[in-house]
């Protein structure tokens, strides 16, 4: 089945400590990117990545980093966690901008306390 | 200002009715994407549109491009249409960065 895979769905975890949300598609999409969906703001951009070692900052990307070694796994690194990005994540994929929509993972509730 | 508007932001109708909800943009665009989100959180990618209009089912996409204005209609709503709907835009300069909307929330009654 084509689906861009998120883990944890869900996490808790302490101000300061380094955590990884992995993302992984297995449509050979080269395009991935990273939002953060908070009440009252909708969804941000955090970064996106045009294909392996390539990526760029969304609006948001403040506190966060990503790396692209390899087409399908786009993982997303908060080095220091803060409690302002406690937030509902998620990530996508796409096959290009002019054939087709994107495939997004089922999200990621994290809460920093 | 957000570079994306949508309205309005909750709608409730009766089933069958025919729905609308309206994004417009300020910006260059490239696409303009038609998203989907039910209770629970999940997003499905209903439509992405350069011109003109698609239709999938009950549900239809239009934009104009001139006016910088896209419209998602439904017909024969039902309450499994029930969901918060989203615009994003692509910007024009080659690459993927994504504006969205804040959302609809549409609420269909049986």
């Known amino acids: 089945e084509a689906q861009v895979t998120q883990n944890p769905r869900y996490l808790i975890t302490v101000t300061g400590k380094k955590l990884t949300v992995t993302c992984s598609q297995n449509m050979n999409h080269e395009y991935m990117s990273w939002y953060r969906q908070d009440p009252g703001l909708g969804l941000r951009q955090i970064y996106y990545s045009m294909n392996v070692e390539v990526t760029d900052k969304g609006d948001v990307p403040e506190g966060y980093k990503v790396s692209r070694k390899e087409k399908r796994n786009f993982p997303l690194i908060l080095e220091s966690p803060s409690p302002n990005q406690t937030s509902l994540y998620f990530c996508?994929?796409?096959?290009?901008?002019?054939?087709?929509?994107?495939?997004f993972g089922s999200g990621t509730r994290l809460t920093v306390v | 200002k957000n570079e994306v508007e949508q309205s309005p932001q909750n709608l409730t109708a009766q089933e069958g009715e025919f729905i609308t909800i309206n994004c417009s943009y300020s910006v260059g665009i490239s696409a303009l994407h038609w998203l989907q989100q039910h209770p629970g959180g999940g997003i499905v990618s209903l439509f992405m549109?350069?011109?003109g209009k698609k239709k999938h089912g009950r549900l239809i996409a239009t934009i104009n491009i001139q006016e910088k204005h896209s419209s998602l209609h439904i017909t024969a709503s039902h309450p499994r249409d029930s969901a918060v709907y989203i615009c994003a835009a692509n910007n024009n300069f080659g690459n993927e960065k994504l504006t969205f909307g804040t959302g609809t929330r549409l609420t269909i009654i049986p």
């Open positions: 549109l350069s011109s």
């Open positions: 996508a994929s796409s096959s290009s901008r002019d054939s087709g929509g994107y495939t």
